[in-house]
């Protein structure tokens, strides 16, 4: 029995081997983690060796071990290692003189032994081209705010049988050279003739070097090296890129549409790249009044191939959808139809440009926009991307200057100070290859901000936020002091967030006026406002006693500034004056989704149970989209029905981002930390282990579904003891086949049966103890669609039995709703302190329970 079950397993990994690998990358690939004399796997399994014996003879280096490990470096391996070479060195590597190469350098600026990374300038040949020339990885990393980075370079056919890579440190004293990983592997021949923008000819590019500039997946999320297509390349986000305020919308390829490559190579990009989208909306009018456009920071002088993925997997007939490519404003190709070009839905297409960035005012940035093309008059006035990829063309030199990040942001904060509109400012975002810095430093730049204050160094925030480069880095943090000026980073800050001032907040909420009170959390108060003409807004009021509120401050600026999806809350932006911290949201006008199932212990069953599901699916996505759409996992840790709000059309957003977590998407990852939360939302596992993973929210989302359905609060301390925790009583009464009983009666005879067993069955599973039995967001999404189209569809006959009245009036205490809302109110300032003690704690579990029991009306 168990054979032949691991007999399947061998046999399908097998298959899915063969599916994956149509690119057998293995053949020769070298992956050299250098420094290191053993070798050692990375956080994708992928084996590194040690570099040692490529190196050749004469070569003066030192094998060393970074001194310091920072938070944000996602596999130890290869970059906790490095070889440092204090004179020119070189590395032979057998090449077959026809073929292209990747050839992709890791560097993580430290301190090694005695050597500090930012006395280090160096330059990098691969045989006569010049890959690198004084480069300081340190002022690299400072400017895109991340701790390592990663160069990749295709290399085109040599016609020697041997690579020879050269390190030289600069002319300077004490400078050196250092490398920290190496990857030599054989590909494909993925460039070929590409028209040039602005002439009537085509650019060859198959004989050209190439770095790689910036590698996206359009509309979709992160996907690591082993998720692409054999070619162990990254693709990032694109949101980080767009231009502007009008964002467009992404989509993904309904489930019927099969990926047919016709006779493109299935290697040239992964199927997620071409199954998800962004597109322009779905208005035309706005449509036509806008370009879908997406920025990046380039070199000046150098010649770059741009090229566009696309796949139309909605629409079937030529014309339904053409539109025109701008490439830095000319137009690169006008009326393209997709589906014209080949032939149906599901079928992908890549166009190759060529731009020449020229010297002069913003040589250095690169703009690609799309518009409809108005005059075939398509069926639908729109525009799609599916992936966009950049790289730098030459023959001989792929070197750049170091990026000065001052200068950049010195020019752009003049332009904002003078226009305080919101959005209208040019974002962009540099990055070195993959563009994996763009994401950083957005984020990175909120936080700054708040590096300056005097709360520095006061407050154990934890460092485990890897994208947003915060970390206490030595070489970064006596970096950031001298190069960074604070009103630099404060201006930075307003590149995604916008930033108020403290009059404009008092304006907005009348000084503060009681009156406007919406809301109190641990945080301090919210208040509605006004901003701008007439825009309402929520405005969070830090409460300057409360540490814990800098804290969250800071967290919840890092996730939603970059973060931006339907179904969660949006952060218009923050103010930072004169010690008062607020963060204005968009304003949510109906309020949270607990206030519409009940109050204290009172019922107010006005939402039917359609509404319910819907709201459970709309706060559903959003959750969906924290876990697998951004670059890292992000996990909410503190799901509940007071984090889902509505806004004036019921839809759900999921609010309140301030104990937020990223955690690295590896398999099976999690996150050690002090368990937080609410309790009654607690996963147990969690609070066992202390480690937190995405299923910690599909827990507390669980205990979410059966409060919409019973619509009572999660903890009562006033019923018998088996029903004070919804979710145990829940638990305990489907097994018992009693859960009619327990259901808002409000809703009896209005559920649809199939729809409630669904509903029931998916909410039980998310409560099972242990995390992996749990179902995934988007499983769990799947259930709950599942179970509103069984409602839709179904009889609207009566079907939950009329019996247990008696005991649901036992249920609801009227009475007892004054004692229990006084009994947390007294416990208030109780719960502040023990919150403290629980930040300074790791262990101290009775405190944490206590603070998050008394703790259970919200923060
Ligand atoms: C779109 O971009 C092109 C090229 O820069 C420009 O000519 C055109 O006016 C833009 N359209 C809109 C609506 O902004
Ligand atoms: C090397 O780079 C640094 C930092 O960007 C710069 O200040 C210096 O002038 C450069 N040196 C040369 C020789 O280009």
């Known amino acids: 029995m168990q054979e032949s079950a691991g007999l399947l397993l061998v046999i399908s990994l097998v298959l899915s081997n063969a599916i994956l690998h149509v690119w057998s990358q293995d053949t020769g690939a070298l992956l ?45 391996v290869p970059y906790m290692t490095a070889r440092v ?84 440190p600069a002319d300077k004293n004490g400078a050196f050279a250092f490398v920290n990983g190496i990857q030599l592997i054989q590909m494909p021949e993925l460039f070929d003739s590409a028209s040039m923008v602005g002439f009537d000819q085509t650019f060859d590019a198959k004989s050209m070097h190439v ?70 909306g779905t208005d035309k009018n706005v449509n036509m009044g806008y370009n879908l456009t997406w920025v ?11 090229r566009l993925h696309f796949c139309d997997y909605f629409n079937k007939e030529v014309n339904d959808l053409a539109f025109n490519i701008f490439l830095n404003s000319q137009m690169a ?109 957005v984020a990175a730049i909120c936080l700054a901000v708040h590096k300056k204050k005097k709360y520095a160094g006061q407050h154990t925030h934890s460092s485990w936020l890897p994208i947003h480069g915060n970390s206490s880095g030595a070489s970064k943090s006596s970096m950031s002091a001298s190069s960074i000026g604070s009103s630099n980073v404060t201006a930075m800050a307003q590149g995604l967030c916008r930033y108020f001032t403290l009059q404009e907040m008092k304006h907005a909420t009348k000084n503060f006026d009681e009156a406007n009170v919406i809301g109190v959390g641990g945080f301090g108060k919210v208040y509605k406002g006004v901003i701008d003409n007439g825009m309402k807004v929520a405005i969070k009021r830090s409460n300057p006693e409360s540490e814990q509120g800098v804290n969250e401050f800071q967290t919840e600026i890092e996730m939603l500034s970059k973060l931006r999806h339907k179904h969660l809350v949006s952060l218009i932006g923050f103010c930072e004056d004169n010690d008062e911290m607020c963060l204005v949201y968009d304003y949510m006008a109906l309020g949270t989704f607990r206030d519409h199932l009940y109050k204290g212990n009172k019922r107010l069953g006005t939402l039917s149970w359609k509404q319910r599901l819907e709201i459970c699916i709309g706060a559903a996505r959003g959750l969906h989209y924290l876990h697998t759409g951004a670059k890292y996992t992000i996990i909410h840790r503190d799901v509940k029905t007071t984090n889902i709000l509505l806004d004036e059309n019921w839809a759900a957003k999921v609010s309140d981002f301030g104990l937020s977590k990223t955690g690295p998407n590896m398999n099976n990852g999690h996150v050690s930390t002090v368990v937080k939360g609410s309790f009654g939302y607690l996963d147990p596992e969690y609070f066992r282990r202390q480690q937190l993973t995405e299923k910690s929210d599909v827990y507390s989302f669980g205990v979410v579904l059966f409060e919409a359905l019973c619509a009572r609060p999660v903890l009562n301390p006033n019923l018998p003891k088996e029903q004070v925790s919804l979710a145990e009583w829940a638990l305990l009464c489907k097994r018992r086949g009693t859960l009619e009983e327990i259901i808002d009666p409000s809703l009896k005879g209005k559920i649809n049966p199939e729809s409630l067993k669904k509903f029931v069955d998916t909410a039980e599973k998310c409560l099972s103890d242990i995390g992996v039995e749990r179902p995934t967001m988007n499983d769990l999404l799947w259930n709950l669609e599942f179970a509103l189209t069984l409602q839709e569809s179904g009889s609207t006959h009566s079907s939950v039995s009329h019996s247990g009245e008696s005991e649901l009036e036992e249920i609801s205490l009227d009475d007892k709703d004054t004692a229990s809302h006084n009994k947390s109110q007294s416990l208030g300032v109780q719960n502040e302190l023990s919150q403290r003690q629980q930040q300074d704690s790791t262990s101290d579990n009775t405190g944490a329970i206590y603070s998050q029991f008394v703790n259970l009306n919200g923060r």
């Open 32 to 76: 050299l983690t250098c420094g290191d004399e053993a070798g050692a796997k990375d956080l994708d399994g992928r084996q590194w060796s040690p570099d040692e014996k490529y190196l050749s003879k004469g070569s003066n280096s030192i094998a060393s071990r970074a001194t310091y490990q920072d938070p944000s470096l996602i596999s130890e």
């Open 85 to 168: 070479f204090e004179s020119k060195s070189t590395y032979k590597f057998p090449i077959k003189p026809d073929k292209r190469y990747w050839l992709r350098l890791h560097f993580y600026p430290s301190f090694y032994g005695s050597h500090d990374c930012a006395d280090s300038y160096f330059s990098v040949t691969a045989n006569s081209i010049t890959l690198l020339s004084n480069f300081s990885a340190s002022i690299t990393c400072l400017a895109l705010s991340q701790a390592y980075i990663d160069r990749e370079y295709s290399l085109a056919a040599l016609g020697s049988d041997t690579l020879t890579l050269t390190f030289k």
């Open 211 to 280: 770095q790689t500039m910036f590698r996206l997946n359009v509309g979709g999320k992160y996907l690591s090296p082993t998720q692409d297509s054999g070619l162990t390349r990254i693709w990032y986000d694109d949101y980080p890129y767009i231009y502007g305020a009008s964002t467009g919308i992404t989509t993904s390829a309904p489930s019927d549409v099969k990926l047919n490559y016709q006779s493109m190579p299935e290697y040239t990009a992964p199927s997620d790249v071409y199954l998800t989208s962004r597109s322009m």
């Open 296 to 306: 990046f920071q380039i070199d000046p002088n150098s010649m770059y191939l741009v």
């Open 333 to 441: 190709e006008a009326g393209i139809d997709v589906i014209a070009m080949v032939g149906g839905r599901g079928i992908p297409l890549y166009r190759d440009f060529v731009v020449y960035a020229r010297d002069g005012a913003d040589s250095d940035q690169l703009w690609v926009a799309l518009h409809p093309n108005g005059i075939t008059k398509p069926s639908y006035l729109d525009a799609i991307l599916n992936g966009l990829e950049i790289f730098k063309l030459s023959d001989t030199d792929l070197s750049g200057p170091n990026p000065t990040p001052s200068d950049r942001f010195n020019r752009e904060s003049e332009e904002k100070f003078e226009s305080h509109k919101p959005y209208n400012k040019t974002v962009v975002i540099g990055g070195a290859a993959g563009g994996a810095a763009g994401f950083a430093l």
